[in-house]
């Protein structure tokens, strides 16, 4: 069974950064996609960032410049590291994992880490 697990979030004044952590575990060939969304109540989840197993990103233009994305392989671990925090960014945090089992690909979704940035 796979399991998506983030950690990382928690309350900073704006201007502040955290880093979230997204570990990956189970019988997975490797991880694909790596990718990070955010919810606000009453909101889509939007799409903060994405990167590929080649280490390609993609960011949410209300992000870019301030947020990056990472991953560590070998721990089967995605990071976003978000600086210059604004009120904005207050949201819940989901990690989805496009992973590779046997030959068939699924995507995962972990249960979400608060972020809230204060002004």
């Known amino acids: 069974q796979v399991q998506v697990v983030e950690s990382g979030g928690g309350l900073v004044q704006a201007g502040g950064s955290l880093r979230l952590s997204c570990v990956v575990s189970?019988?997975?060939?490797?991880?694909?996609?790596m990718e990070w969304y955010r919810q606000t109540p009453g909101n889509q989840r939007e799409l903060v960032a994405r990167i590929t197993s080649g280490n390609r990103t993609n960011y949410a233009d209300s992000v870019k410049g301030r947020f990056t994305i990472s991953r560590d392989n070998a721990k089967n671990t995605g990071y976003l590291q978000m600086n210059t925090l604004k009120s904005d960014d207050t949201a819940v945090y989901y990690c989805?994992?496009?992973?590779?089992?046997?030959?068939?690909?699924?995507?995962?979704w972990g249960q979400g880490t608060q972020v809230t940035v204060s002004s």
């Open positions: 189970g019988s997975i060939v490797s991880i694909n996609v």
């Open positions: 989805n994992a496009n992973v590779r089992i046997d030959r068939f690909d699924y995507s995962y």
